[in-house]
């Protein structure tokens, strides 16, 4: 299959998160081989957090596709009214949503975000490959802003101030690293504190004159490298290679 009938068929999520994706290695197999290298390739259960995070980043980027998500009225997921209506599906709680709007106005109405985020030289949710280091990739960019030359990903946090710490819990730093070489671009993250709604700017390079915040590497990469190994067979050369560039990244 050709590279664009490739990168055509993952737009599309049941494709990138499906068979189909799984293909490619991606970011959030790194978290997998550091946890349980054993659920590598497989499906992760849908928890609140995804699901939050998820309408967060579907309202600005895609906010035709909303209709998606079921809201119940309800204090929590504990309730009968609850697990009446919901019929056992995991779905947001009107309260969540309502955070939510005002953490998205609050972003848009941020001059700073909205020209990073809008604009003509803006793409949404772009699929990429690549071979790095003899293993193929996969990438889905939340916002390639080609004016800026920037790949743009969105993240809400508990605590602005800790958000470094959260980086190198979530493998943020191996994120920017892969999405660098998927679309040629730095990255950076534009997060807002789900509290106090204050947002910030945040990178993984020293070259970046919008960045407010710089975060490092993660250590545990040789650890991901190693499980990868043993449960996939590859040469433990080539990832190697690929995360020990981490540290000069």
Sequence with gaps: MKKEDVIKKLRNDE???GDFGKKYLSNSDISTL???PLALGKPSEMRPAFLVGGYFHTAILEPDKLKKYRVIQSTTRNTKAYKEMSGGE???????????ELMIDKMLSN????????????????????????EMWKGKA????????????????ADLKKFRWSASKYNYDSQAYIYRKLFGYEMIFVVI???????????CSTG?????????????????VDNFR????????QLQRMFNQLNNY
């Design 193 to 203: 504190d789900k509290n106090t709604h204050q947002i910030g700017l945040f990178d």
């Design 208 to 224: 970046l004159e919008t960045s407010v915040n710089n975060f490092y590497t993660n250590q545990n990469h040789v650890k991901a």
């Design 111 to 134: 001059n700073v975000c909205k020209d990073l985020i809008q604009g003509d030289w803006v793409e949404y949710e772009q699929p990429a490959i690549k071979e790095i280091e003899g």
């Design 34 to 36: 550091l946890t349980n």
């Design 142 to 157: 939340d916002i390639v802003n080609h004016g800026e030359k920037l790949i743009i990903d969105l993240k809400t946090t």
């Design 90 to 100: 995991l779905c947001l709680l009107q309260h969540e949503v309502d955070q939510l």
């Design 15 to 17: 494709h990138y998160y």
């Design 230 to 237: 043993r449960t996939t067979g590859a040469k433990k050369f």
